[in-house]
């Protein structure tokens, strides 16, 4: 068996996965806190089953809203400050090479909806209180809140000369007027043009990350060691974070409360590396790789991260290379997950900060 794809709700309290089983692709969704996870009895635990039809192969998969019969009542957004239901959350299935899209019920544990377009989708996600499609040929396709499609938006019609050959693989809205499109650089879009900004990868950008009220934009891309962060009014490059390995996964949270922020990266090695503080002034050190990686105008500051996690078992255990295959910060935790028996996801919660003994918070390290 192997992972195809996961991913933590906005909550962390689900984790979704996707494994290849007997060659047929099985979508797994339980708690984070379950028992089989924590080794705790007394923790409340969910845990589903979906196989997909034989032949049927996961692109992607992404948590949406429940809003199949007017059953969400408020905004997706504000509900990731509280204790999310099951049942108010569906996961959107993006299959390969097809143009329908699973809307999936873990609740109950079927596929509610089938979204049918005219092509082959690479991404479904939620925003601005709608769904929102991309597919293969640059068409942005909008989605009530039914998923019915209400709008298509040719995204070459927006290209000239200078953007030759660019295949959009992610986007984020801004607002309703303004989205960031990324290829191996980004682009903003707005009702009547498309600009080029200043975050360009060597390979296509995995995931657009906007932090700090949609100031800066994260980004990074596969088979590479380099975190970009994007001042996007300024449309420059404030910092370059660097990791000892190529990058798979990018995590980054802000607690409001005590003002302490935590960047992490999950690289291929299976280990997790770590940026405490990773804004601040006194964290800033040139990294050769950076500096031979960065001609970029603009970029000053390069980062090391703190310190890295990897997991592994008691020396009187079976020896077993254990490696971590997704992560997901919280308000108070790095959650961490891995595979058992290639299959079944385990999870470890880790305090990302301590209360010091003078009641202030301080970064655990």
């Not at 329908?100 to 989708?121: A, C, D, F, G």
């Not at 449309?235 to 992490?264: C, G």
């Not at 028996?341 to 919660?349: A, T, V």
Request: charged letters at 20%; aromatic letters at 10%.
């Amino acid at each position: 068996m192997s992972l195809v794809t996961s991913q933590f709700d906005p909550s962390g309290q689900y984790f979704a996965s996707v494994i290849v089983s007997l060659d047929s692709h099985v979508l797994r969704v339980q708690s984070s806190t379950s028992s089989t996870a924590t080794n705790n009895s007394t923790s409340q635990s969910f845990s589903t089953v979906f196989p997909l039809p034989k032949g049927f192969k996961v692109l992607n998969i992404s948590w949406v809203p429940n809003t199949i019969n007017g059953s969400l009542n408020h905004s997706f957004k504000k509900q990731k400050l509280a204790s999310r239901s099951l049942e108010n959350q569906l996961i959107s299935i993006v299959l390969e090479n097809s143009n329908l899209i699973y809307i999936y019920s873990p609740s109950v544990n079927e596929v509610l909806k089938t979204v049918k377009v005219t092509s082959k989708l690479s991404l479904f996600k939620y925003g601005l209180n709608k769904f929102w499609g991309l597919d293969l040929a640059n068409q942005l396709f909008e989605f009530d809140e039914g998923f019915e499609l209400i709008n298509t938006v040719n995204l070459n019609d927006y290209l000239n000369e200078s953007f030759d050959n660019v295949q959009f693989k992610a986007f984020k809205h801004l607002s309703k007027k303004q989205v960031i499109l990324s290829s191996n650089s980004l682009y903003l879009l707005d009702d009547k043009n498309i600009q080029h900004l200043n975050s360009n990868h060597i390979n296509e950008i995995e995931e657009i990350k906007l932090i700090n009220d949609d100031k800066y934009a994260l980004t990074y891309t596969k088979n590479d060691r380099f975190i970009n962060c994007l001042d996007l009014e300024k449309n420059s490059l404030v910092k370059i974070y660097v990791t000892e390995n190529s990058i798979l996964k990018v995590d980054y949270f802000k607690n409001e409360e005590f003002k302490l922020d935590m960047l992490v990266a999950l690289t291929d090695d299976g280990k997790i590396e770590v940026f405490n503080d990773p804004f601040s002034i006194t964290n800033d050190k040139q990294s050769s790789a950076a500096s031979k990686y960065s001609k970029r105008k603009n970029v000053k500051k390069s980062v090391s991260s703190n310190y890295k996690i990897n997991v592994s078992r008691p020396s009187d255990q079976l020896a077993e290379n254990l490696v971590f295959e997704d992560l997901k910060l919280d308000n108070k935790h790095l959650i961490l997950t891995w595979l058992e028996n290639s299959s079944i996801p385990f999870f470890h919660h880790l305090e990302w900060w301590n209360n010091a003994v003078d009641g202030s918070k301080l970064y655990r390290s």
